[in-house]
């Protein structure tokens, strides 16, 4: 039988699908690289993705998981054909309010798990700006991060436990609500592989309690240097908010146009500045964070009157990427991380580099972990802009590793940086990754040519891997 | 016993080993790897030895070779302005956590650590009493260099707070006994201690329900303590809500002593219940909120019940030191953990010999 008739006996007609238009829907991620699937299938139970990984090694294709497909590093574009699996329909959301935990299913959109928890006092932590739309098995793949990961971690930090199915369609179920769970922590490596060891059905998340307080503080400055040094500041201090994001003033004045979120577009920059926990610590650490603010010549100190301007002020932190629709029809954003006291240094060699492109970068970042978020704007059907683009933001990253920093702080390596890892790596740790990868996936059937480079295992001469496709950029 | 001349020459005094096994002290990636390429090359077992704190998990091989991290114990870089530091695999913890203190830091490390090292506490997933509301061990490992089996130096991570830069060796290898590698370099992620801190005598543990995320609330066989650090105003309102006897600072308990030591992993909601189950004289001294309860007892009457019931709500009851051959029959970590077959072939691209520490890891790994 076919691979496409083999799937439908195991699922189901309608949730298969193989018509050019859909599969065109499911080409690509919110990436820039584009790849093209034999098909899609919609699975709704562990059983299913079992069937659809033997079906899929029965056939050596490629299988690609994926949730809401909002990724920005072509993890989920099947660049190498084969089947896309998309958990959208794995919804499930079991509730522990006693352990504050909950099983949740792999589809679970990221902002619904926090809504529904809200009733029982609690919350999922990490907080990716793209939270309204991506999901749980997209958070977990990508270990994805957010504004207030500076304080609670990222997304490993906050799974307990995972049911995955690996190779073979051998079902596991990984990790628990009792601490430590004995041997290695195979859990741990599956968060943030980007589905290149298995596929993640459902996890098992911490939640955490709902804050008794908080205060939201937004302050202006005169120079991007003067609120970075003011972040550099706060973290030497000894002094961790449980979020510190900067906004520059391009993307201001490009947020303030479509949601009137209340920010100051006549300033170079901006500081949203979060504390948490009991009243008495919130009021000293917001007077704490004005008076370094102050020191650093900030123009301005705002607090959040209430619940609604604080949402007001987050909505606009995290739709900015959206808002940069009304200035060019294409934006290419970066993800990096540096230290933090590098800061300063950081961001004006990001600019320069800009410059000398001829480019618009607009920045909007995650200042207190030291992870940046330039985002470039252009229209790509302009003669050797792509190519530009890509140059400009290859420079940026390399500014960011020469300070000491890292290819990637929360979206993933994926297709796109994956030929960038040689500039952090040697080719000994590469190999080591290889061998992790081999394994867990000796076909080499999960999500291929993600994260690695071409020839990463040492000695891999003849490997399946191949170069980034012709074409495979959109 | 023969040597190579590059390995005799690392030989080292190391109390407590028997003349016939080969006691070395590297102090390089280099000297490290060509151990194990030695030890891999003519299978001999190679016992790793921090502080010497953790070394009653499991059912280790007898050693051939013991290889001490004594000389792994500098600081290589200590940004304090980026909260992160980097150390040797044998560095001492109370020497790390005494030079962070000076600049107001932590790496959030066991308390008590006697003579473990850093090293040693990520090896065995050694994690802090304060893991409540700081989290665990793992969560504080950026960058680890290791040098696998097969003696390949391999380095995984970075030196940065926030990283997704490939696969998530450095939290793979918390909990591992080295069976990826010996660790020799590891940056941590440190947090600022705040200026107030409270150690609250409650007669009950709920009565921590009034205080959102405490550092710790701990009870033992004779105390039950929350545990509050924050400004000066917040540790004082918090602190006066409490309305227990106040102890200035943080005062930790150690854990319980005894000739048998256990560590039992419950789901945080069944601690309470886990502490009234424990066999009559078994001492404790529990985590409240995570399920982490460390024991000891001076036999092992009442193990076998323990460690049903806790495997039966899916915990554990864990061995952690045991007189030579005291518990025949009884598996030191319980029922093998899932997906054995996979950790062994993972294991198997890193120490393919299987030299480093065989045995310590639960399943027989």
Redesign the interface.
């Given at each position: 039988m076919s691979l496409v008739d083999d799937l439908r006996s195991a699922l189901s007609h309608d949730r298969v699908l193989e018509e050019p238009l859909e599969l065109h829907l499911y080409s690509k991620d919110a990436s820039m690289m584009r790849g093209e699937a034999t098909c899609v299938v919609l699975t709704e139970t562990t059983d299913e993705v079992a069937a659809v990984v033997r079906i899929a090694e029965d056939h050596r294709v490629p299988i690609v998981a994926r949730g809401a497909g909002t990724g920005l590093t072509a993890g989920a574009s099947p660049t190498e054909g084969g089947i896309v699996l998309s958990t959208t329909l794995m919804n499930d959301i079991e509730i522990?309010v006693?352990?504050?935990t909950a099983w949740v299913g792999a589809g679970v959109i990221n902002l619904d798990l926090s809504t529904y928890a809200e009733p029982y006092g609690l919350h999922f932590a990490p907080d990716p700006s793209s939270q309204s739309v991506c999901t749980i098995g997209g958070n977990v793949a990508?270990?994805s991060?957010g504004a207030h990961?500076l304080a609670e971690?990222?997304t490993?930090?906050h799974v307990l436990g995972l049911e995955v199915v690996?190779a073979g369609g051998e079902v596991?179920?990984?990790g628990?609500?009792?601490?430590?769970?004995?041997?290695?922590?195979?859990k741990?490596?599956i968060?943030?592989?980007e589905g290149t060891l298995g596929i993640v059905t459902s996890a098992l998340v911490r939640l955490?309690?709902l804050?008794?307080d908080v205060r939201t503080l937004l302050i202006d400055f005169e120079t991007m240097e003067e609120a970075t040094q003011t972040v550099?500041d706060m973290?030497?201090a000894?002094?961790?908010p449980a979020a510190l994001e900067i906004m520059d003033q391009k993307m201001m004045v490009a947020v303030e146009n479509w949601l009137h979120a209340g920010f100051p577009t006549d300033a170079a920059a901006m500081l949203l500045a979060e504390v948490v926990?009991?009243t008495?610590?919130v009021?000293?650490?917001a007077a704490l964070i004005s008076e370094m603010a102050y020191k650093n010549n900030a123009r301005g100190v705002e607090l959040a009157e209430d619940e609604a301007h604080r949402a007001k002020l987050w909505k606009g932190r995290k739709s900015a990427f959206g808002a940069l629709a009304q200035i060019s029809p294409d934006y290419y954003l970066h993800d990096t991380?540096?230290?933090?006291?590098r800061l300063v240094e950081t961001m004006d060699e990001v600019q320069q580099i800009a410059d000398r492109y001829g480019l618009d970068v607009y920045n909007v970042f995650?200042a207190g972990?030291?992870?940046l978020h330039p985002l470039i704007s252009f229209d790509a059907s302009e003669e050797g802009m792509l190519d530009k683009v890509q140059r400009a933001g290859e420079e940026m990253v390399a500014a960011c590793l020469r300070n000491?920093?890292?290819?990637?702080?929360?979206?993933?390596?994926g297709l796109e940086?994956r030929d960038m890892?040689r500039a952090?790596?040697?080719e000994?740790?590469?190999?080591?990754?290889a061998?992790?990868?081999?394994?867990?996936d000796p076909e080499g059937l999960f999500n291929p040519a993600k994260?690695?480079p071409e020839g990463s295992r040492c000695f891999d001469f003849g490997g399946t891997r191949r170069p980034i496709p012709e074409g495979a950029w959109v | 016993m023969t040597h190579p001349g590059d390995i005799m020459r690392l030989e080292a005094e190391i109390a407590g080993v028997p003349a016939d096994v080969l006691a070395v002290a590297p102090s390089t990636n280099d000297e490290v790897a060509s151990v194990l390429r030695y030890a891999s090359d003519s299978n001999k077992v190679v016992d790793v030895l921090g502080g010497g704190t953790h070394h009653g998990y499991g059912s280790p091989r007898q050693p051939e070779i013991v290889l001490s991290m004594g000389r792994f114990d500098q600081t290589e870089a200590w940004n304090p302005e980026d909260l992160t530091v980097v150390v040797g695999g044998g560095m001492p913890i109370e020497r790390l956590e005494g030079m962070l203190a000076e600049r107001s830091q932590t790496a959030v490390l066991p308390e008590v650590p006697g003579s473990s090292t850093v090293g040693g506490a990520i090896s065995a997933g050694m994690s802090s009493l304060r893991r409540g509301r700081l989290y665990g061990t793992r969560e504080r490992v950026l960058e680890v260099t290791l040098v696998t089996g097969d003696g390949r130096v391999v380095r995984a991570g970075g030196r940065v707070v926030k990283n997704v830069t490939g696969y998530d060796l450095p939290r793979l290898v918390v909990g591992a006994f080295g069976s990826l590698g010996v660790i020799t370099s590891i940056c941590l992620k440190l947090w600022p201690v705040p200026p107030a801190a409270m150690t609250v005598i409650v007669d009950d543990v709920s009565a921590a329900d009034v205080v959102s995320r405490p550092l710790a609330v701990l009870e033992s066989d004779d105390r039950k303590a929350v545990f509050i650090w924050g400004t000066e105003s917040e540790v004082e309102a918090v602190s006066g809500r409490l309305r227990g006897e106040e102890i200035p600072g943080l005062d930790w308990p150690v854990d319980p002593a005894g000739s048998l030591r256990w560590s039992l992993r419950v789901p945080p909601a069944n601690t309470s219940e886990a502490i009234a189950k424990l066999p009559g004289g078994w001492r404790y001294l529990a985590v409240h909120g995570v399920g982490d309860i460390r024991l000891a007892s001076d036999s092992r009457q009442g193990a076998g019940a323990l460690r049903s019931w806790a495997e039966g709500i899916g915990g554990r009851l864990v061995v952690t030191e045991s007189p030579p051959a005291s518990l025949p029959d009884f598996d030191p970590w319980g029922e093998p953990p899932p997906a054995i077959e996979l950790q062994r072939r993972v294991i198997a691209q890193f120490d393919p010999r299987r030299i480093i520490n065989p045995g310590r890891l639960a399943g027989g790994l």
């Open positions: 522990d006693d352990n504050r990508n270990n991060g990961c971690g990222a490993t930090s690996l596991v179920v990984l628990g609500e009792a601490p430590d769970s004995p041997g290695l922590d195979i741990g490596i968060v943030g592989s955490l309690p804050d008794p550099s973290i030497a000894g002094f961790v926990g009991e008495e610590a009021t000293a650490e991380v540096v230290p933090r006291s995650h972990d030291g992870n000491g920093g890292a290819l990637s702080g929360e979206h993933g390596i940086k890892m952090s790596f040697t000994l740790d590469l190999d080591a990754q061998r992790l990868k081999e394994a867990f994260i690695l | -």
